[in-house]
């Protein structure tokens, strides 16, 4: 381990703990706003580091997104368990999940994966929505608490972005230990890998499997931040958005997902207050990302010198 | 040839759809050898050999036993933990990753590291990754991403990823191919250097004539899914039958 790693390591600590700081001294608008930035950020580095480093595109990543809400929230409203116990089932609800759809996916490679994870979040959104004696059905789970468990906006966006920065952080870390790249060797050449002795499918698996617990903090953390649970949250309209994000971010670099969130949610959230039709917006974004900058806004700032991929190598220079 | 034989085919067949890819075809190694198997294009060579690979599975009444352990039918990691690489006529190799980094990913599966999250256990195969890329020749790219170096570099690098097995037999299919002359000779040195310090049987699948004249102890030659001819290179190259199936057909060697 060389001295630059070890200093990007205390840059992100300094970083993340600075703005988890700064959280405090926002006004209750701003802060709710940077929740949510912060929130999709996770959601979106985790379906990114499926796409970037597993090479498994999913459509259906919204699945553990809503199993993270409803896993908390039933625990909450129908269990009657107490909070914390409810904020740990929630990302517990999706990895479960995650094994069972994950076991399920990687037995498809390309389209027919990214069909398949679309039908198993079509599968956990039909049961929300169906399974009204339980879920409410479409009309969600609400009044069973208060928002963010009555904390000040201030105080939960620190908490949460505390809580992100670790998540990332142990996305980092994965991203460079030997299961990173096992991960990135099955994703990008799964013959070869396993000529080599892997078995591609359990490492896709394991890769769900991180990726969907990391997709059930974001789900639970936004349950707690809004203090319900809606169907919707296990739509395909959320992997949509995070597909977006992970575009838009890049899809080569490890903060694609990070970038991505900040600036969808800030343009929805600005362009739909003078504009309607934000969507239009992020569609010309998107078209000149795809082809003038590929690889997104972290690969852009990558080239200006700005910023650097979290890869496995590059930090061992002897 | 009084030792054990170290691979073992017998009566491989494999079928897709009508068209019969193998048709029976026995084949055995001794521990140590050299051995090359040619044929014209469409013989059936690449397919055999993704059957020892457990690329393709075999047909009925096939059997191939290593090392004295019936493998027909296992799996592809199966084969490769047990000792069997190889490397294929499209070169493979993790493009994105670094040189380096390809050959420490190749060390995980030998070492139980597959699932490992702790760095420091990356950081202890940096030195052994090393020493194989820096007698590869391939030091000055060490940092390089895969993706930038040439195909022969990219050759010197996959050969060096199976090495890391630690592999009893390596399979190469074609893998002097899209190389200029030169190259050709330079790389199968190294290769055949590198199999022979490890004691490592080699199978090679080449169109090259002098390659395999000059490289292999013994030669098996391949026509329609089935075994021609096998012999010393000597024989091989007295065998007027031989060169007719070359001439004879389409796809003569390029």
New interface residues.
Partial sequence: ?SFEHVQSRWLFAAVSLGLAVAMLMLGPGIALLATEVAIMALFASSLGFLINYGGMVSFGHAAYFGLGAYGFALAAAKLGLPLWLAVVLGPLTAALGAVLFGALCVRLTHIYFAMLTLACSEIVFTVLFQAYDYTGGDNGLTNFMAPRFGLSPQIYAALTVAIVALCIAFLA??V????G??I??VG??P??????????RL?QL?ACVIAGTLAGIAGTMYSVFQGNAFPDYAGVGITIDALVMVVIGGVKGFYGGVFGAIIYVLLKTFVSRAFTHWELVIGLILIAVVLIFPTGIAGLLQKLGLSRTA????E??? | MSREPILVARNVTKQYGGFVALGGVDLTLQPGERRALIGPNGAGKSTFIAVLGGQQAVGPGSTVHFAGRDISGALPQEIARLGIARTFQINRVFRRLSVLDNVRTALLPSNGRVFSVSERHLTALTSPAMTMVTGLGLGRVAHDAAETLSLGDRKRLEFGMVLATRPKVLLLDEPTAGMGLNERRSLMELMVEHAARDQITLLFVEHDIDIVFRFADRITVMSRGKIFAEGTPAEIGANSAVQDIYLGTEGAPS
């Fill in positions: 381990m870390r994965i460079r230990s030997p299961l790249l096992a990135q060797a990008e050449e013959h070869r890998a396993a000529a080599l002795g892997f078995s591609p490492v394991v890869r496995p190598s590059g061992q220079h002897p």
